[in-house]
């Protein structure tokens, strides 16, 4: 191993973490024997592997418990996951350490961040042949979603998941308010006169809110929900370097209209975030529920009685806001071959598993474990799975995508209008503006 | 310039407590409890954010995380959320790494400006007047400006994760430089040259004769740097990936749980990430005061 | 400087005995190279060559991942002097060291004034007002993100009672600059609260006692006496705390991130954000050049004032 600055080496255990430390504490004379802890053992070696992800809550449980039982499973290695806060911090931590060039072996990025790591060599390619061996090939995912990892012919990301936006509901609320259908499922809502009425015939159960969502200083949440309504109302956004970029402006007023319609701090509060949105439905304080579906744990500890769906289509065009979870290989300057092998191991380990994924809410992209009979016997994830159908990923371009400055900008230029006071034309004028300011600047992540 | 230092030895930690100082004043007229309330008002806000902190932390989860906001806590208090937070394991190993790097940098940093600082008052060098035009110069550059360029020659010199890029770029402090040369231009030269008589080199003279007069000054500048080196956020933030190399600082910010925002547990960590340098104040309250107060002008 | 007493004193004693003046010379300018060179060598390792290096990226288009490495002549900087979101930053520090600033010198003074009274309990005033100074800004942040939870707060808790309605103080674009300011204030008004203990404690008392002879009051004598005393050290206090405002970044970085909706980015936010977040190495060295530009000036428009006053 590598162990030319005391301990910048990938450590065993916790223990050797601290004994690490001790031994920085000694001095950098005992750097060299600490670079030979990582391969000790009998006969056999274990790899460590330091695994970043931007997991936390449901999701970080879940993913905790699988990485366990990867590293229980096989001793050829030990991941030990790193969780960093969600969004920018996290993409900006992982693109300063792969430049650095002592990156995490492993990482999970979202699929939608890849044009704006690939191409600038941040990332290492993934080896399909090696994957291959380990039972992981192209046929064993949905295309469009094997390919949202495909930059330039080669394969930088393999995608564990799709997670839409979805609708969650209080089925007790529901059926109160008279919104459930013979199915006992939530009644088909196709316009957003309709969505309202169900809102507000819920609000007048709950006797606080029909609807949860928050969005405070939450770009990401303001997005999600404005892509779903704009994708659903047929339109398009593109966005190419040293172009204007396109976007339909009324299109995008009509999304953001209705948004303002339904926070208006009776169907929904009008400046609730995240964790308030959250607390509130699984306090049934509220029926319905916008949220992703990495939410699903928590509405299941809850206790509550609910059920989910993909969003209603209430605008014509079946539409859901969605991204992929996919590992990465961040960047490293001089990786080990044999440990390299070991976390392709320990990554096909985790796509085999991902049944337990499913529970923590997302469409797992590994279709073996989707097509399984286990899988087919999850509620209420069956009843969303549809979603899948009618994804949308963050339109392409370096600078978009989950976490990024894009959505920071969405949120600059629209959470005034979120709030109810600004114009929803001059919010979205506002953003294209900002847009094009970004098209026009040279991608700093091109090659050459 | 921007450097300009108090009266070397401000009587701050010296004061004359209790009794009455001004000449005329009664113990307790209606004016001194006016300002006594207002005392207890102004210092029960400041101790507030610590209280709550505090009392969070001791809470378990469920009720750090209710409605209606409280003091009190239905399931009892309980130090499980410390339990939880020292079971993960990352606090005791950024403790250690903030005290090893801030503790390096402290050693390396008085070392070399007291060295520096000798030469700047007592050696005439050729060069000497501009050079120290430069140093004095270079304390307007705001740190905040380097990070790029610093970064990127952390880049070329392998150093981006490791100690030396923490530990090093933290090294240079010319404003310290400014503090010592001027401590030590009040020094009684006589004093040295006697042992210049008997022949002793400058090496010898600054060890076993200007070092220890400066006691009072060092350990100020010591104070000064390591609280700067521990709490320094930007840098380590920035050449630090890798979790087990993180300070505290740095680690607190960065790493979360991966089970959600826990509110007894982030203040917890807050609280433990403050105690040793909150208890190191306790004990030497004075020295702490006395070590801000003479250094603080010229440390910004 | 003071550097001209040094060197005569330095030459009175040279020759004291046996060396000749040049061989003296020989020794101390070696002694003095010898004894600069550790400090020197971490000074232009870390301080030098940044500078120098961070001027010439600001003419080319580095970026984070190396790509685009090429001279672009002064593109950056006008790039940079025509973006709305660099003035914006440049806005913002400069109304953060307002509103920061001013606070904390009034509050400063004030705790030293009541302090210096020496009423009972000395030593908890001076803990409860200079202990947040140790912590580190991701405690502060801790703190008071917790402390400024729209629901679970306390602040909002205790605005309650005054029919406040909940304030999502680090998340609404309206609130979010005065929420780091009250956190930056409770934070660091115990360093500038010292110095002024410091500098009342050094009033003369017979300047009290000349006064109280002459039946002046104690108000008269807060406003005859006290505070033009301490007229050099509120200039000195301003110096720094404007100089240390207009650096903010920490607590910003960690409470809001610059948002929402770029409300709190001030110059050192936006430096990391274009630099590390987008990449842009040579356009962020540029952003820093502005800064340092506005920084001196700051500087100069501080001592000139400075000079003006005492004269």
């Known amino acids: ?448 | 310039m921007t450097t300009v230092e108090l009266p070397p030895e401000a009587r701050v930690a010296e004061s004359r407590p209790q009794v009455p100082h001004r000449p005329g004043e009664k113990r307790f007229g209606a004016g001194r409890v006016i300002a006594l309330i207002i005392l207890i008002v102004m210092a029960v806000s400041w101790l507030l954010p610590f209280a709550w902190a505090l009392v969070t932390s001791l809470k378990t989860e469920a009720d750090a995380g209710a409605t209606p906001v409280s003091w009190l806590a239905p399931h009892g208090y309980t130090l499980e959320a410390y339990a939880n937070v020292l079971a993960e394991g990352n606090i005791p190993i950024w403790a250690l790494n903030s005290l090893l790097s801030s503790t390096i940098i402290t050693i390396l940093t008085v070392a070399t400006c007291a060295l520096a600082a000798y030469a700047f008052s007592r050696l005439d060098f050729t060069g000497r007047r501009w050079l120290f035009f430069v140093v004095i110069a270079s304390i307007i550059i705001p740190p905040q400006v380097l990070i790029i360029p610093l970064f990127y020659e952390m880049l070329a010199f392998n150093m981006v994760d490791t100690y030396w890029g923490l530990i090093l770029p933290q090294v240079v402090a010319p404003p310290m430089v400014f503090i010592l040369k001027k401590f030590f231009d009040q020094i009684p030269i006589e004093l040295e040259d006697a042992a210049r008589v008997d022949g002793a080199n400058r090496l010898r003279i600054f060890w076993t004769i200007v070092l220890p007069l400066s006691r009072p000054i060092l350990s100020a500048v010591s104070i000064f740097v390591f609280i700067g080196a521990w709490n320094n956020f930007l840098w380590p933030f920035i050449i630090i990936n890798d979790t087990s190399l993180m300070t505290l600082p740095v680690g607190l910010q960065t790493v979360k749980s991966a089970y959600g925002v826990q509110y007894a547990q982030n203040m917890a960590m807050a609280l433990l990430a403050a105690a040793p340098l909150i208890i190191i104040f306790l004990f030497f309250q004075r020295q702490i005061i006395k070590g801000i107060a003479t250094t603080g002008f010229g440390g910004q | ?311």
Request: proline share 5%; aromatic share 14%; hydrophobic share 45%.
């Open chain 1, 1 to 448: 191993m590598h162990g030319q600055y005391f301990s910048s080496n990938s450590p065993l255990t916790r223990r050797s973490v601290l004994l690490g430390g001790a031994a920085v504490l000694g001095g950098a004379a005992l750097a060299p024997a600490l670079s030979g802890c990582a391969a000790a053992g009998a006969g056999e070696t274990t790899y460590p592997l330091k695994f970043w992800h931007l997991l936390s809550g449901g999701d970080g449980i879940v993913m905790a418990g699988m990485v366990d039982a990867a590293n229980e499973a096989n001793p050829e290695f030990f991941a030990s996951q790193t969780v960093l806060a969600w969004g920018t911090p996290y993409y900006t931590k992982l693109a300063m350490a792969s430049v650095g060039g002592r990156a995490p072996d492993v990482a999970i990025m979202h699929a939608s961040r890849l044009p704006g790591y690939a191409p600038g060599g941040l990332l290492d390619p993934w080896d399909t042949d090696l994957l291959a061996e380990f039972g992981v090939t192209e046929q064993d995912f949905p295309p469009r979603v094997w390919e949202k990892g495909v930059v330039d012919g080669k394969l930088y990301s393999v995608a564990l998941d799709a997670h839409p936006f979805i609708l969650m509901y209080n089925t007790d609320v529901a059926e109160k308010a008279g919104a459930l259908g013979p199915d006992g499922q939530l009644v088909e809502i196709t316009s957003p006169e309709q969505f309202l009425d169900v809102a507000s015939a819920m609000q007048a159960v709950t006797g606080k809110h029909g609807l949860s969502y928050g969005y405070l200083g939450d770009g990401a949440q303001m997005w999600r929900l404005f892509y779903t309504f704009y994708k659903q109302l047929g339109a398009e956004m593109v966005l190419e370097n040293g172009k204007e970029a396109q976007v339909d402006e009324e299109a995008a007023v009509t999304a953001l209209s209705f948004i303002q319609q339904l926070l208006d701090d009776t169907i929904a509060t009008k400046s609730g975030d995240y964790a308030t949105a959250v607390a509130e439905f699984v306090n049934g304080e509220s029926g319905m529920f916008f949220t992703g579906v990495w939410e699903l744990p928590t509405a299941k500890n809850s206790g509550i009685p609910f059920d989910a769906q993909p969003i209603p289509t209430l605008f014509g065009t079946p539409a859901a806001y969605a991204d992929s979870h996919a590992f990465v290989l961040p960047h490293q300057s001089a990786p080990d071959e044999n440990k390299r092998r070991e976390v392709y191991r320990f990554v096909s380990e985790l796509f085999k598993g991902s049944i337990d994924w499913a529970g923590a809410g997302h469409i797992p992209g590994y279709l073996p474990v989707v097509e399984s009979d286990e899988y087919s016997e999850l509620i209420p994830q069956a009843h969303y799975a549809s979603a899948a159908d009618v994804l949308n990923y963050d339109p392409s371009a370096w600078f978009t995508g989950s976490g990024s400055d894009f959505q920071t900008y969405f949120a600059e230029n629209v959470q005034g209008v979120f709030l109810g006071g600004d114009d929803p034309a001059e919010g979205i004028r506002g953003f294209v503006r900002r847009l094009n300011v970004l098209l026009a600047k040279p991608n700093p992540v091109a090659k050459g």
């Open chain 3, 1 to 311: 400087m003071t550097t001209s007493a040094v060197s005569n004193r330095a030459q009175a004693t040279t020759g004291a005995k046996g060396d000749t003046k040049a061989a003296r010379r020989r020794k101390d300018n070696l002694a003095g190279w010898a004894f600069v060179a550790p400090f020197g060598v971490f000074f232009a390792l870390f301080l030098i060559w940044p500078i120098l290096f961070g001027l010439y990226l600001s003419f080319t288009g580095t970026t984070l991942t190396g790509a685009g490495g090429s001279f672009v002549g002064f593109a950056n900087y006008a790039e940079a002097l025509g973006s709305s979101d660099m003035w914006r930053a440049m806005l913002n520090t400069v109304w953060f060291t307002v509103l920061s600033t001013i606070p904390l010198v009034v509050i400063a003074l004030v705790m030293a004034l009541l302090v210096d009274l020496g009423l009972p309990g000395q030593w908890l005033w001076r803990l409860s007002f200079f202990m947040p100074f140790l912590l580190a800004s991701t405690v502060v942040s801790l703190f008071w993100i917790w402390m400024f939870n729209p629901q679970l707060g306390l602040i909002n808790e205790m605005l309650k009672p005054f029919g406040v309605a909940p304030i999502a103080w680090l998340q609404d674009p309206q609130w979010a600059m005065l929420g780091v300011v009250i956190a930056t204030v409770w934070w660091t008004v115990g360093f500038n609260f010292l110095l002024y203990l410091a500098a009342l404690q050094n009033i003369p008392e017979q300047q009290y006692e000349a006064a109280a002879l002459d039946g002046a009051g104690k108000w008269r004598q807060l406003f005859s006496i006290t505070i033009p005393q301490l007229a050099p050290t509120t200039a000195l206090i301003l110096i720094l705390q404007v100089l240390a405002s207009l650096k903010v970044f920490d607590q910003i970085y960690q409470m809001t991130q610059g948002g929402p909706a770029g409300t709190t980015r001030t110059a050192v936010v936006y430096i990391f954000d274009t630099g590390f977040t987008g990449y842009r190495f040579g356009y962020s060295a540029a952003v820093s050049f502005i800064f340092f530009a506005l920084i001196i000036l700051v500087s100069l428009v501080q001592f000139t004032s400075r000079k003006g006053a005492r004269s």
